[in-house]
């Protein structure tokens, strides 16, 4: 339970303060003073674990460096250096336990140091993941494993102990704190990294698979460094085994020799002061120094004396082991002694003896033996003396035993190898080679050799001969972990520098170009493949460009042509009936692409009916186009069969809703005006409301319950509704194009807008109010582009009775006279009372004299009257039109009759006089002539 509670201990920390730190009150706290209160915090619960470890089994569990490795990487760099630095500090000063002490406290700051790194550079302060997180605490922790082989290389069986018994549960219990808190953070803000998203970035598959080469270079270099490790530690072994076993060899026969040669010596130098030969002086010599034989050979190699009779006469050239001495008779031979190994003897190889021999004074050569008995007895003091506290590495040993393979050299003499545990087995094991057998409890690793008829054993325990091969191995496997951690992060340096960044920049140029910003150009030159790939978008974004404009080409040309085919469909020659004089019509569009959806139509249905109409379909380019075109042909088709106008939309409703799988639909206001009465009535099928305009008065909505649009809905009905428009009134249609043109704030131009521009001009010609509203729209609209197509419409009434006679005079004055005498007969016929002819002789006086001085003052022009009578409504009709400057005689304010004739201002009392007598009078200007109409009622 501690060691949960060890291990969680920094989620209860890190996991609330990092949620803490997303309430907006903390937001407002400077960064820096959050990031020194965050590494505060994490700096003493570094502290509190450090001195608050778990035992765990063997081995003990301190989490202290997984509160600063989640100060750094889950929070910022700053908390990072300073939780680091405040836990290094106390270790170092206050901490129990002075063998890590200092490496530790290194450790703990430089932790602080890398992951303040990581935070900034690595992670470009971002949070990692859980993964992330672990495997820096891994390496955070092999760092801090590393300090303590270095600063303990003196001590390095402590040092690998201390390893041994604790890294893996300190790298672990440290690594295994931070990602549960990592873990549980990503847990409850669902992020991405721990649910699984369905594309991942360049970088993190790089990442993934490169951890994955590190990882498997890591696996492959570590055995090959233990194999390596293992293969040098038991040559090393062996060869200190085969080392200490052949110098006691070599003692054994140095020892051995002195002696030998010491015994020779005096055996010459008594054998020279008795200067007797004879056997029994030999036998005595033999006797006295505890030697088997004593031999004096001549030159020729023969057995001159001896104390053993029988070899007298013995050649010393007719054997292997007695012929080796022949070579102190040999010049070539610098020394004048030698000293044989024990081994049989050539006159009889069963036996086996050790010999000396030293050339005497006299030529002769001296040579003594000892037997078996006596080498044994001799030499077995001088090898106890050789071996004593004579052993290999700390715990191991060196025997030396007999033929029966007792052991010599001991306190207790009595001990053989079997004794002690040691298998030998002299048939199958050689000399030389290496063994293991069990001695006192443990493995041992053991050689032995033959010197002198003895057996050299030397032995190391498995254990200790393991110990430097394990610790190479770790310190071999730690430091590997440092460099290929220093390695990966070399390589993802250098791989996002000089690829993933300009991959990014490249990907940035591409969004912006697959987002229509074909202007771009990539600029990214970090090397060779990279300027090429550089070069190469661009010349495709070139081509592409080249094949927009030829295609843009084709299409405008083909746009053009579309829109030449609309537009002609709709009536564009103004005045569209010239010699009509009841009426005037001008209209225009503007689409918001190269063809749009609105449209407007007007045609006479018979001599004293004229329909008009506006519509818009809903969408814009082709498809409305081609659906405009449809409804046109479709209400202009109904009107020709002289319908009622709402009877003409109710049809042509259910029309265009067959075979709309599209859905489209059509807003539509119609009228028909009957020119001669002046009764007009239309139907609205969701239409803006037109304007109309009463002479004399401004611009007034025509407001009417809409019905439903065209083609929205079968069996729908349409409203018929009726006014009377009068001589000088005149109705503006217009699309919502109009009212809902935007300016770049996505304010609308709307209909008080509207309204207020269309009666400051309401007085001028249709064809020039129009375009002036489109340049106001486009003014208000600035920058902005326009949306929706623009159409709009005037009909303009000036009548209902066509002009019966017409006669054309000069425009003079003494011309008037006839022009009265034209009228006159015109209202004789119709019976008109002398008052009235006299009434109306006036107004035609006071309009002609004005045409005749003012019309042409350049030079002579005509004066063309014109006379109607309507019989139902007894109302005559006066015209006057001259092709003089443009004059309108009616915007002349009415002169002040209260005053006298010298106080009024000069002109304007004709054209008052006029009206006063005349029902209605109205002027206009239309294909270059001044036109005056009057009506008067019989």
Same mark, same amino acid.
């Given at each position: 339970?501690?060691?949960?509670?060890?291990?969680?201990?920094?989620?209860?920390?890190?996991?609330?303060?990092? =949620?803490?730190?997303?309430?907006?009150?903390?937001?407002?706290?400077?960064?820096?003073?959050?990031?020194?209160?965050?590494?505060?915090?994490?700096?003493?619960?570094?502290?509190?674990?450090?001195?608050?470890?778990?035992?765990?089994?063997?081995?003990?569990?301190?989490?202290?460096?997984?509160?600063?490795?989640?100060?750094?990487?889950?929070?910022?760099?700053?908390?990072?250096?300073?939780?680091?630095?405040?836990?290094?500090?106390?270790?170092?000063?206050?901490?129990?336990?002075?063998?890590?002490?200092?490496?530790?406290?290194?450790?703990?700051?430089?932790?602080?140091?890398?992951?303040?790194?990581?935070?900034? /550079?690595?992670?470009?302060?971002?949070?990692?993941?859980?993964?992330?997180?672990?495997?820096?605490?891994?390496?955070?922790?092999?760092?801090?494993?590393?300090?303590?082989?270095?600063?303990?290389?003196?001590?390095?069986?402590?040092?690998?102990?201390?390893?041994?018994?604790?890294?893996?549960?300190?790298?672990?219990?440290?690594?295994?704190?931070?990602?549960?808190?990592?873990?549980?953070?990503?847990?409850?803000?669902?992020?991405?990294?721990?649910?699984?998203?369905?594309?991942?970035?360049?970088?993190?598959? =790089?990442?993934?698979?490169?951890?994955?080469?590190?990882?498997?270079?890591?696996?492959?270099?570590?055995?090959?460094?233990?194999?390596?490790?293992?293969?040098?530690?038991?040559?090393?072994?062996?060869?200190?085994?085969?080392?200490?076993?052949?110098?006691?060899?070599?003692?054994?026969?140095?020892?051995?020799?002195?002696?030998?040669?010491?015994?020779?010596?005096?055996?010459?130098?008594?054998?020279?002061?008795?200067?007797?030969?004879?056997?029994?002086?030999?036998?005595?010599? @033999?006797?006295?120094?505890?030697?088997?034989?004593?031999?004096?050979?001549?030159?020729?190699?023969?057995?001159?004396?001896?104390?053993?009779?029988?070899?007298?006469?013995?050649?010393?050239?007719?054997?292997?082991?007695?012929?080796?001495?022949?070579?102190?008779?040999?010049?070539?031979?610098?020394?004048?002694?030698?000293?044989?190994?024990?081994?049989?003897?050539?006159?009889?190889?069963?036996?086996?003896? #050790?010999?000396?021999?030293?050339?005497?004074?006299?030529?002769?050569?001296?040579?003594?033996?000892?037997?078996?008995?006596?080498?044994?007895?001799?030499?077995?003091?001088?090898?106890?003396?050789?071996?004593?506290?004579?052993?290999?590495?700390?715990?191991?040993?060196?025997?030396?035993?007999?033929?029966?393979?007792?052991?010599?050299?001991?306190?207790?003499?009595?001990?053989?190898? %079997?004794?002690?545990?040691?298998?030998?087995?002299? #048939?199958?094991?050689?000399?030389?080679?290496?063994?293991?057998?069990?001695?006192?409890?443990?493995?041992?690793?053991?050689?032995?050799?033959?010197?002198?008829?003895?057996?050299?054993?030397?032995?190391?325990?498995?254990?200790?001969?393991?110990?430097?091969?394990?610790?190479?191995?770790?310190?071999?496997?730690?430091?590997?972990?440092?460099?290929?951690?220093?390695?990966?992060?070399?390589?993802?340096?250098?791989?996002?520098?000089?690829?993933?960044?300009?991959?990014?920049?490249?990907?940035?140029?591409?969004?912006?170009?697959?987002?229509?910003?074909?202007?771009?150009?990539?600029?990214?030159?970090?090397?060779?493949?990279?300027? !090429?790939?550089?070069?190469?978008?661009?010349?495709?974004?070139?081509?592409?460009?080249? /094949?927009?404009?030829?295609?843009?080409?084709?299409?405008?040309?083909?746009?053009?042509?579309?829109?030449?085919?609309?537009?002609? @469909?709709?009536?564009?020659?103004?005045?569209?009936?010239?010699?009509?004089?009841?009426?005037?019509?001008?209209?225009?569009?503007?689409?918001?692409?190269?063809?749009?959806?609105?449209?407007?139509?007007? /045609?006479?249905?018979?001599?004293?009916?004229?329909?008009?109409?506006?519509?818009?379909?809903?969408?814009?380019?082709?498809?409305?186009?081609?659906?405009?075109?449809?409804?046109?042909?479709?209400?202009?088709?109904?009107?020709?069969?002289?319908?009622?106008?709402?009877?003409?939309?109710?049809?042509?409703?259910?029309?265009?809703?067959?075979?709309?799988?599209?859905?489209?639909?059509? !807003?539509?206001?119609?009228?028909?005006?009957?020119?001669?009465?002046?009764?007009?009535?239309?139907?609205?099928?969701?239409? %803006?409301?037109?304007?109309?305009?009463?002479?004399?008065?401004?611009?007034?909505?025509?407001?009417?319950?809409?019905?439903?649009?065209?083609?929205?809905?079968?069996?729908?009905?349409?409203?018929?509704?009726?006014?009377?428009?009068?001589?000088?009134?005149?109705?503006?249609?217009?699309?919502?194009?109009?009212?809902?043109?935007?300016?770049?704030?996505?304010?609308?131009?709307?209909?008080?807008?509207?309204?207020?521009?269309?009666?400051?001009?309401?007085?001028?010609?249709?064809?020039?109010?129009?375009?002036?509203?489109?340049?106001?729209?486009?003014?208000?609209?600035?920058?902005?582009?326009?949306?929706?197509?623009?159409?709009?419409?005037?009909?303009?009434?000036?009548?209902?009775?066509?002009?019966?006679?017409?006669?054309?005079?000069?425009?003079?004055?003494?011309?008037?006279?006839?022009?009265?005498? =034209?009228?006159?007969?015109?209202?004789?016929?119709?019976?008109?009372?002398?008052? !009235?002819?006299?009434?109306?002789?006036?107004?035609?006086?006071?309009?002609?004299?004005?045409?005749?001085?003012?019309?042409?003052?350049?030079?002579?022009?005509?004066?063309?009257?014109?006379?109607?009578?309507?019989?139902?409504?007894?109302?005559?009709?006066?015209?006057?039109?001259?092709?003089?400057?443009?004059?309108?005689?009616?915007?002349?304010?009415?002169?002040?009759? !209260?005053?006298?004739?010298?106080?009024?201002?000069?002109?304007?009392?004709?054209?008052?006089?006029?009206?006063?007598?005349?029902?209605?009078?109205?002027?206009?200007?239309?294909?270059?002539? %001044?036109?005056?109409?009057?009506?008067?009622?019989?």
């Amino acid at each position: 339970m501690n060691v949960v509670i060890s291990i969680l201990s920094n989620s209860f920390v890190t996991v609330p303060l990092y =949620f803490l730190l997303k309430h907006p009150k903390i937001k407002e706290i400077p960064y820096m003073w959050k990031q020194l209160a965050i590494g505060l915090i994490f700096g003493l619960l570094a502290i509190y674990n450090s001195d608050h470890g778990v035992a765990y089994l063997d081995g003990y569990i301190n989490v202290r460096d997984a509160s600063v490795v989640l100060s750094g990487l889950a929070f910022g760099a700053p908390a990072g250096l300073i939780s680091g630095f405040l836990s290094g500090l106390y270790r170092l000063i206050l901490g129990t336990g002075t063998y890590t002490r200092l490496a530790s406290s290194i450790a703990t700051m430089l932790i602080g140091v890398i992951c303040a790194i990581q935070r900034k /550079y690595v992670l470009e302060g971002r949070r990692p993941s859980w993964i992330y997180g672990a495997g820096i605490t891994c390496v955070c922790e092999d760092i801090h494993m590393l300090l303590i082989c270095s600063f303990n290389m003196r001590e390095t069986a402590e040092a690998y102990s201390y390893i041994r018994n604790s890294s893996i549960r300190i790298v672990f219990g440290n690594a295994l704190s931070v990602a549960i808190a990592l873990l549980i953070i990503a847990m409850l803000r669902k992020d991405k990294e721990y649910y699984r998203e369905k594309g991942e970035r360049i970088t993190r598959i =790089f990442t993934r698979y490169l951890v994955i080469c590190i990882t498997i270079a890591y696996c492959l270099t570590s055995l090959f460094t233990y194999r390596l490790q293992s293969d040098i530690s038991e040559a090393e072994v062996e060869g200190n085994i085969f080392r200490s076993i052949q110098e006691i060899k070599v003692d054994i026969l140095m020892s051995s020799k002195e002696e030998m040669l010491s015994i020779a010596k005096d055996i010459e130098e008594e054998y020279e002061k008795l200067g007797s030969s004879s056997i029994s002086t030999l036998k005595y010599l @033999a006797d006295s120094h505890g030697v088997y034989d004593i031999n004096i050979i001549g030159s020729d190699g023969i057995v001159k004396r001896s104390n053993k009779p029988e070899i007298i006469g013995f050649d010393m050239n007719s054997g292997t082991q007695s012929r080796e001495f022949m070579r102190l008779f040999d010049e070539g031979w610098n020394n004048n002694e030698f000293v044989q190994e024990y081994g049989p003897v050539s006159e009889n190889g069963s036996i086996s003896r #050790k010999y000396c021999g030293i050339l005497m004074r006299n030529g002769n050569l001296l040579q003594i033996g000892y037997s078996h008995d006596q080498f044994r007895e001799n030499l077995d003091e001088q090898i106890y003396s050789v071996i004593r506290n004579r052993h290999i590495g700390n715990r191991g040993f060196i025997f030396v035993c007999d033929e029966d393979k007792k052991i010599l050299a001991s306190e207790n003499q009595e001990y053989y190898l %079997n004794d002690i545990g040691i298998r030998f087995d002299e #048939k199958n094991m050689l000399p030389g080679n290496f063994y293991h057998s069990e001695y006192d409890g443990e493995i041992y690793i053991f050689s032995y050799i033959i010197s002198e008829g003895y057996y050299i054993f030397g032995g190391i325990p498995e254990a200790e001969a393991n110990y430097m091969r394990d610790f190479s191995t770790y310190f071999s496997i730690l430091l590997q972990i440092l460099v290929f951690t220093i390695l990966f992060f070399l390589l993802y340096f250098l791989v996002k520098r000089v690829i993933i960044k300009n991959l990014e920049t490249i990907n940035g140029n591409l969004s912006e170009i697959s987002n229509g910003n074909l202007d771009v150009k990539v600029d990214v030159h970090a090397s060779r493949e990279f300027s !090429t790939l550089s070069e190469d978008i661009n010349k495709t974004v070139d081509t592409l460009k080249k /094949y927009i404009r030829e295609a843009e080409s084709r299409i405008d040309a083909e746009l053009e042509y579309a829109k030449q085919i609309q537009f002609s @469909a709709l009536p564009s020659v103004f005045p569209p009936y010239p010699d009509e004089e009841r009426f005037d019509v001008f209209a225009c569009m503007f689409t918001a692409k190269e063809v749009g959806g609105d449209f407007y139509d007007f /045609y006479k249905i018979d001599e004293d009916r004229i329909a008009f109409l506006i519509a818009d379909v809903s969408g814009k380019g082709i498809p409305a186009s081609l659906f405009m075109m449809r409804a046109k042909t479709t209400i202009k088709d109904l009107a020709e069969q002289k319908l009622p106008v709402n009877e003409i939309l109710i049809e042509a409703n259910n029309r265009l809703c067959e075979g709309n799988e599209a859905g489209m639909f059509v !807003t539509v206001f119609m009228a028909i005006a009957d020119l001669k009465t002046g009764k007009l009535t239309y139907a609205n099928a969701g239409h %803006n409301p037109p304007l109309l305009l009463r002479k004399g008065g401004d611009f007034e909505f025509l407001r009417a319950r809409p019905g439903l649009v065209l083609a929205g809905m079968e069996g729908m009905p349409y409203r018929l509704n009726e006014i009377e428009i009068l001589p000088g009134d005149r109705i503006f249609l217009y699309t919502d194009g109009v009212t809902e043109a935007t300016d770049e704030s996505n304010n609308l131009f709307g209909e008080e807008l509207l309204h207020s521009f269309i009666n400051e001009h309401k007085d001028e010609l249709a064809k020039n109010l129009l375009p002036m509203l489109k340049k106001a729209i486009d003014g208000f609209a600035g920058n902005a582009p326009q949306f929706d197509d623009i159409t709009m419409l005037i009909f303009d009434y000036f009548g209902g009775i066509p002009m019966q006679e017409e006669k054309t005079f000069p425009a003079d004055i003494n011309a008037l006279p006839d022009v009265q005498s =034209f009228f006159e007969s015109s209202l004789e016929k119709i019976g008109c009372s002398m008052k !009235t002819m006299m009434a109306v002789s006036v107004a035609i006086e006071e309009i002609f004299v004005n045409v005749a001085h003012y019309a042409y003052p350049e030079g002579e022009g005509d004066v063309t009257v014109g006379f109607s009578y309507d019989s139902d409504s007894r109302t005559a009709g006066f015209r006057i039109r001259d092709k003089g400057i443009r004059f309108n005689p009616l915007e002349h304010k009415d002169p002040d009759i !209260t005053l006298s004739a010298d106080e009024r201002s000069i002109g304007g009392l004709g054209i008052f006089i006029t009206r006063k007598t005349m029902d209605s009078v109205s002027y206009r200007y239309y294909k270059g002539e %001044n036109i005056l109409t009057m009506k008067k009622r019989i």
